[in-house]
């Protein structure tokens, strides 16, 4: 077959809206430019005055060029739609859920199977926690609410009622919204990050229906609390697209050399008002409960 029922017949089999990747462009050009070599070596220099007018009218030429224009097309469609989807930052996740008022989640040992802890947390308009309370199920049967500065602890198998009024027990209970809480999640591995406790890997789909995957790793002894007996934990935090908040965050810890799974925080409410009856315990303690104050 001759050469330039060669060319027309590649550039037929890729029309401009095929999906190209590199190796095609590259042999688009390649094939191109061999075209309009062998273009220029058949002339003799004796006809350099004509050149201009001889590669006009060939055909080769002719349709080397358009293969260079397709090719060229093709590869600007692929770095626009690179470019279209901006770079996920961690700043992004901290900004949107600043304005929170309300956020309910829930903690799984098992993904498919029931809710082992459960926590409500109503934020002021300073943005710091309010109310808090956490439902500790399975073999814990405990309930915690913090309000006011105060704890109360109902421990529904020893049927008591305690209640903490000491700066010690609200650090705690702080302490745990922040690292479990996915609006400060963000925040936490940031600033671990700081220190150089957290090595922070992010990987961002370009499929926008795909949560964003964002990998904290601590340092031994660095999850939650300084702890040096603590082994390494690492959190995986996925975050939606188009809100930027976190849908999920999973929980491993570090054995026998790999990480394991230990459980995941999911079902995310953002945004939901709660029954003001959710922070007090009243009336859902037993009338004969046994009342304990611990203050400081």
């Not at 989640?105 to 308009?125: N, T």
């Not at 908040?245 to 925080?265: C, D, M």
């Amino acid at each position: 077959m001759r050469l330039p029922e060669n060319i027309e017949r590649f550039i037929k089999n890729r029309k401009p809206h095929v999906a190209a990747g590199a190796d095609i462009d590259k042999r688009v050009l390649d094939d191109s430019f061999a075209a309009m070599e062998e273009t220029m070596r058949a002339k003799s220099v004796v006809n350099q005055p004509n050149i201009r007018r001889i590669i006009m009218k060939s055909r080769i030429t002719k349709l080397a060029a358009a293969a260079t224009i397709i090719a060229i097309a093709v590869l600007g469609i692929h770095l626009l739609e690179k470019s279209a989807t901006p770079a996920y930052a961690l700043e992004q996740t901290i900004e949107a859920s600043r304005d929170l008022r309300f956020l309910y989640f829930e903690y799984f040992s098992d993904p498919d199977g029931k809710p082992i802890k459960e926590c409500w947390i109503e934020f002021g308009s300073n943005g710091e926690p309010k109310n808090v309370r956490t439902n500790l199920h399975a073999h814990w049967n405990i309930v915690h609410v913090w309000k006011e500065g105060k704890t109360q602890t109902w421990r529904k198998e020893e049927n008591t009622l305690r209640t903490y009024e000491d700066e010690s027990f609200t650090a705690k209970i702080l302490k745990l919204v922040r690292d479990c809480d996915p609006r400060t999640a963000v925040e936490s591995i940031y600033e671990g990050q700081q220190r150089g406790d957290v090595k922070i890997e992010i990987e961002q789909p370009s499929d926008k229906t795909k949560p964003i995957v964002i990998k904290g790793t601590f340092l031994p002894g660095k999850y939650l609390i300084d702890n040096p007996t603590l082994p390494s934990f690492r959190d995986v935090l996925y975050v939606d697209q188009d809100t930027k908040l976190v849908t999920a965050i999973e929980v491993y810890e570090l054995k026998n050399g790999e990480y394991q799974y230990n459980g995941v925080w999911k079902c995310y409410k953002h945004d939901e008002p709660f029954e003001p009856s959710i922070f007090e315990l009243e009336d859902e303690i037993p009338p004969n409960v046994k009342r304990l104050t611990t203050i400081n």
